[in-house]
């Protein structure tokens, strides 16, 4: 059977509750003040924990930074190099084509450029003060520099032994055959070989690791050295030039030759190293020619 239409009563409320209101638990004012200064005290000491418990989080950050820095002065130093390029080869067809009213204004503007740029000025100050021996100013233009432009601290020559075989080596620009407009620029070197040892040696093969501006590295691997795999005898030489292009205005290049003793059959082979050198257009302080 099922109700339906009715209700049943309200129970009255006892003597005890009649008439009145129910109260809620509160806390002292005091005591609450107090909890809440303690969650608050608590909530800070957690956020310094944090804040020291994550060291990493400033080191990453800081790295960031440096390497932000490090972008943008590479960008500006690759427009600065580009104007360079440009004016120097615009002064060489100036001169070519006997347009000397041209070629001198090309020759102030590059006079000034040179006289302006902070990569030529530090390196200008830091020989200066090698050569007045104030030297805690020249460690402060190097650092400079590791800073502005860290590959210009690399000469444009270079020069290392190995078992007696001496690899010298020098770069140079060639604006005659770069188009700056098109980023490209084109280097050449020259290398000298002599074996100092007493043991006749033959060259053959090359290996070459070419590093332009952007970080970009490539290897290049060879048989012998402009078409020849020259045997080189104690206490003589061997010469010869080759070239490089690059899509940025400055790089650097390092690498090795096999060679191998010719006085003994069966000689294993050995690598002889080609020290790290630079190649730029805005050259280094360095006159000495091969």
Not at 72 to 89: C, D, E, F, T
Request: proline share 5%; aromatic share 8%.
């Amino acid at each position: 059977m099922q109700w339906t239409g009715l209700k049943s009563p309200a129970p009255a409320p006892t003597a005890a509750w009649a008439g009145r209101r129910p109260r809620t638990a509160r806390w002292p004012r005091g005591r609450l003040a107090a909890a809440r200064r303690a969650v608050v005290a608590s909530a800070a000491a957690s956020d310094a924990n944090s804040s020291s418990n994550t060291p990493g989080r400033d080191e990453e950050r800081d790295e960031a930074a440096r390497k932000e820095k490090e972008e943008k002065a590479a960008a500006s130093l690759l427009m600065r190099s580009q104007k360079y390029a440009m004016l120097k080869q615009q002064l060489a067809v100036a001169a070519q084509f006997e347009d000397y009213k041209e070629a001198a204004r090309l020759r102030d503007s590059l006079r000034s450029f040179e006289e302006e740029e902070p990569v030529l000025r530090l390196r200008r100050s830091m020989k200066k003060a090698i050569e007045e021996e104030r030297f805690e100013d020249a460690a402060k233009y190097r650092d400079e520099l590791k800073i502005l432009a860290p590959h210009c601290l690399l000469k444009c020559s270079s020069d290392a032994t190995t078992l007696g075989i001496r690899v010298q080596v020098r770069s140079v620009y060639i604006e005659s055959r770069s188009q700056p407009l098109k980023g490209q620029f084109f280097f050449a070197y020259r290398i000298r070989i002599t074996n100092n040892s007493q043991r006749p040696v033959q060259l053959l093969r090359r290996h070459w690791i070419v590093t332009d501006g952007n970080g970009r590295t490539e290897n290049i691997w060879g048989v012998g050295v402009v078409g020849e795999q020259p045997v080189i005898f104690p206490k003589t030489g061997f010469e010869y030039s080759s070239a490089c292009p690059l899509n940025t205005p400055n790089g650097r290049m390092e690498g090795d030759f096999e060679m191998k003793h010719i006085d003994k059959a069966g000689s294993s082979t050995f690598n002889v190293a080609i020290a790290p050198f630079s190649l730029s257009i805005l050259g280094d302080d360095n006159d000495v020619l091969l």
